[in-house]
Nanobody, 122 residues
């Protein structure tokens, strides 16, 4: 069992930056791939980024590639999402998730956090 708690969301102007954190409980964090997803009002949840258990491979949605960076610190049981050059269309609730495969498919993740709101003003 893994419990995930996101933090770091907030209100930022377009062009600004935020860093989201996702703290995981449990001693098996390092065995899980981690993903970030987001859901805007009236839209389906969408993939943002994923990272393998070792951190050796990362994957990004085309919409965030070059602006967002996913990373992890297994010693701290934490995964991060550094978001730069934010746009109003990045406004959403951001969720972290844990699973056995680093994938774009939300169905492959077994554990989810409660989400953190990111709002980008124009």
């Amino acid at each position: 069992q893994v419990q995930l708690v996101e933090s770091g969301g907030g209100l930022v102007q377009a062009g600004g930056s935020l860093r989201l954190s996702c703290a995981a409980s449990g001693r098996t964090f390092s065995s899980y791939a981690m993903g970030w997803f987001r859901q805007a009002p009236g839209k389906e949840r969408e993939f943002v980024a994923a990272i393998t258990w070792s951190g050796g491979s990362t994957y990004y949605a085309d919409s965030v590639k070059g602006r967002f960076t996913i990373s992890r610190d297994n010693a701290k049981n934490t995964v991060y999402l550094q978001m730069n050059s934010l746009k109003p269309e990045d406004t959403a609730v951001y969720y972290c998730a844990a699973g056995y495969i680093a994938t774009m498919s939300a169905l492959q993740y077994d554990y989810w956090g409660q989400g953190t709101q990111v709002t980008v003003s124009s």
